[in-house]
């Protein structure tokens, strides 16, 4: 979960938050509206500014969740237990995955930026390939390239898309595309009597 300004606990919890603040930034999560997905699925997030003096820097605090966070035309430069975000035409779209455990984790945006992030619940992540986890992720962030191409292009519709419901709708209908049966009861069952 990102710790910011932002974070209050009605943020995940209505279908659709939109924030704006003094940072000339707009913030805006979403609950998946397809009822395969939302139970793998807690929110996505719109994240974006359009402003070259932009500069604001936050903690990402230990949790329990796992995510996707997509970039379109950034340079992310990762150091130790610090990322630095900045505006890069020739970058295209940059998927990271995380998972933060243990330890703190700084995020520094600098300029314009435009993010999309899908935040996973225990496990969630799980349902949506047939490897395990650990065959395509060796650190607890990093690069991302699992979903491929198709992934990508939902992606740039989803960038190029106005309306937060459509696109949750492309969202959806790529993940509920992706679900795959997860069956790992030896795992399943404790988290059942969390």
Request: contains cysteine.
């Amino acid at each position: 979960m990102i710790k910011s300004e932002y974070q209050n606990s009605d943020l995940i919890f209505p279908s659709i938050l939109k924030i704006t603040n003094q940072h000339n930034d707009v913030f805006i999560t979403s609950k998946p509206q397809s009822e395969n997905i939302n139970r793998y699925i807690a929110y996505y997030y719109f994240h974006y500014s359009t402003d070259d003096d932009y500069k604001k820097s936050f903690i990402f605090y230990p949790n329990y969740k796992h995510a996707i966070t997509v970039y379109k035309n950034s340079e992310i430069e990762i150091i130790n237990d610090h990322s630095i975000v900045k505006p890069c035409i020739a970058s295209d779209l940059t998927t990271l995955y995380s998972i933060n455990k243990n330890k703190s984790f700084k995020v520094t945006i600098e300029g314009k930026f435009n993010k999309i992030g899908i935040v996973f619940n225990p496990l969630g992540i799980n349902h949506f390939f047939t490897d395990y986890l650990s065959t395509f992720l060796k650190t607890e962030i990093g690069i991302f390239p699992h979903f491929g191409k198709k992934f990508n292009l939902t992606l740039e519709r989803v960038f190029h898309e106005n309306q937060t419901e459509n696109k949750v709708k492309l969202l959806d209908q790529f993940f509920e595309e992706s679900l795959q049966t997860f069956n790992e009861t030896v795992i399943k069952k404790p988290l059942e009597k969390l």
